[in-house]
């Protein structure tokens, strides 16, 4: 147990190196639109978790990134390269919407069939990229990504013409208005942090606990690893594939739902691809090696750096596009493996086991 | 004194890699340093060739006092280095490999025909013939390593360090290699021979310094010693004299008929062409060759882990031709793979996770992994095979290579499984790792296992077979009963010599019948 917490200890001391490389980088950036970096800072801090209102805020907008990221994180551990979490999400928003509106059942039932049906419709379209790679061996980096394109434009569609609601202005492409008993509950009483939070808490721990306990992930793990040493132990991989996308998709799937039940209402066009939710989701798996519980803390922590940045645009004359700068110098120290070059090089050869 | 290395330690935490070390080393001299794996030979060479930096300790090069910051710096000082593993581009060719990072140019191009000058001058000047406009992946692993000697001496190498040189290489590739160290040396060469193989210290060597546990704990002249005297140097105590009662082989565990196995597109030969034998309860059948000869495929076919063309394959009365890996386990297959880093583990996780991996079925409750008992097994290994780690759940990376063997062969003969397959099971470790390794190997035949083992160490297969099948481009050479196998023999059917298809015949009918 002590070993542990040192190792995950000894796992945080990279990203918080990264994070505070990231706010130096920032605090030059700040500078150099003209800005103070003290007060500039101080307003981030205070947008994200300034207040109770502005803490259940920035979980509100993590609650997607988390749900995805764990997605993401769960095949990278499998060894598979999910980068369609954009179109798994939109796809499960949309079943979701579409479900919640016409599903003739009580509102309870239709909720969580509701919530169902994203993690059924992102599974599957991720599972389409699975079993193209099965099928005709089509690279999967490739396919999630391209799928996004399609998933995209098929879900614009919908909304635009079949589904579109037009009993409002026909300004934007939206569907109707979910019923409000089927919503998903807030937390707190006139805060936007949902049920849904609650729900990407649960799979944080879900995923962490089946990774490490169970037997399937077990396999996942070490597939991952090294995937020849999975096949030689009798691991069947087309079998892992389908679990491993389906899973994956379903967690994309579940974020579009949950962002629908719990803060839109309803499915608007743009709006889930327009704040980079899936990309940040990705960037939350990069920043924490695809640890599950790691992997929600850089959610809620790319989450924090968005609202902050919102938060700095209120209050003083430092652009929006700040916080998008100090986010990118993090990801770039974190994937640049910057402490492991300079500092931990003996270790590192000490630990592959060439000390023989 | 060319070279002084004095009281170098290395520490790694709490590991002590090297303790006061002393080495030197003069010029023209093949200086060998033996001992088991983790015995620090290769972290002692890292430090000469600037790949790690001493904790303390000095390193005199020509009586100046030197520090190599990384193998540039090292070369750059007239050290070279050839890696067990060789660093070659397959698909470029011999010259081309030997001048990478130090071109003849011409004005800012490459001049390749410069090049292929330069390496058949020096090719000639140290008497080692290579063609230097082959692909080096066209070339046998007798001829690679070559390349790479030729590489070190382009650079200007006055000290080579050659680590583990033989461990690929066929009987008589490494007679060719000897023969060249010798060469070299008389010409003002000197030589690092880091190695297991005691027989061929002896042959080369003029001085032999022998490591345990980090220290050094002789070095003599190669002319006052033998190898009973430096095997009991390294490991520290006397070995345990081999013994091995005749085999009472009992019903067929593996019968293979004409296995085939086409080569890929474009290639007329197949890699496996019709190969039929099979392996009885309660015997070792060794399977010899040079590397390449269609081993590997073999391997990989009866494992599941490769397309079966033509043929059947029966385990255990039961026809597991293209099954797949887990089905053919669970018939009754254990196999410590050829390449204990590539199939063998994964290196970046846990011994524990390393030893569960086929054993989850008796690890689980309800899907759940009960990690307690995959914990007590790796334990249980731990102690018996008595592999040298930190913990069960250090990486299994941090295993030295003969640990970690130590570690898959216990994970793979805990399954107590009708047939084992053995595939080099003792590649590139130490006395001690293969006298428990051919030991528990032996005790499994004489519990009534039935034994493949395919190995390219000729010794190691006189020493376990109780029959002996020569695999030559694809076919069966010839079959010996391993009492009238010699050395002899069976290196003329790997070298596919003779025409034995007709004996090889009457050899297995016997076999069968006997």
Redesign the interface.
Known sequence: ML?LITDSLRGLIHPLAALLLGLAAGAVAIAAVGGAIGETYAEMWKGAFGSFYYTTNTLARATPIMLIGLGVALAFRAGFFNLGAEGQLLFGALAAAVTALYLPAPPAVAMIAALLAGLVAGGIWSLLAGWLDLKFRLNLLISTLLLNYIAIYICSYFVSFPLKDTSGSAAINQTNMIDRAVWLPKLFKGMSVHAGFVIAAVAAALLFFILR???????L??HG??P?????????RGRLMVWAMLASGGFAGLAGAVEVLGTQYRYIDNALTAPGYAWSGIMAALLANSHPLGTAAAAILLAALQTGGMGVERNTEVPLEIASVIQAAIILFISARFMHALFKR??A???????? | MLLQMERITKTYGDVVANAGVDFTLEKGEVHALVGENGAGKTTLMRILYGEETPTSGTIRLRGEERTFRSPEDAIRAGIGMVHQHFMLFPSFTVAENIVAGREPRSGILFDRKKAAEEVARLSAEYGMPVDPNRRVADCPLGIQQRVEILKVLYQGADIIILDEPSAVLTPLEVRELLAAIRGLARRGKSFILITHKLQEVMDVADRITVLRDGRVTATVRAADTDVEELSRLMVGRELVPFEKRPARPGEPVLEVQRLTIRGGRGKAKPLLDGVTFSVRAGEIVGVAGISGNGQSELIEALAGLRRIDAGAVRLCGRDVTGADVRDIRRQGLAHIPEDRYRWGSAKEESICDNGAMGHTDRAKRFGLLLRGRVRRLAESWIDGFRIKAESPDAKAGSLSGGNLQKLIAARELAHGSPLVIAAEPTRGVDIGAMEIIHGELLKRRDEGGAILLVSSELTEILKLSDRILVLFEGRIAGELAAEEATEEEISRLMAGVTDHADRSERAHVAAYHG
């Open positions: 070993r306990h169970t037997v399937a992930g077990y396999h793990r070490m690893s090294n020849l040493f999975a096949l030689y132990g009798g691991v069947r003996g270790k050869r000490a630990a592959d086991g060439s000390a023989a």
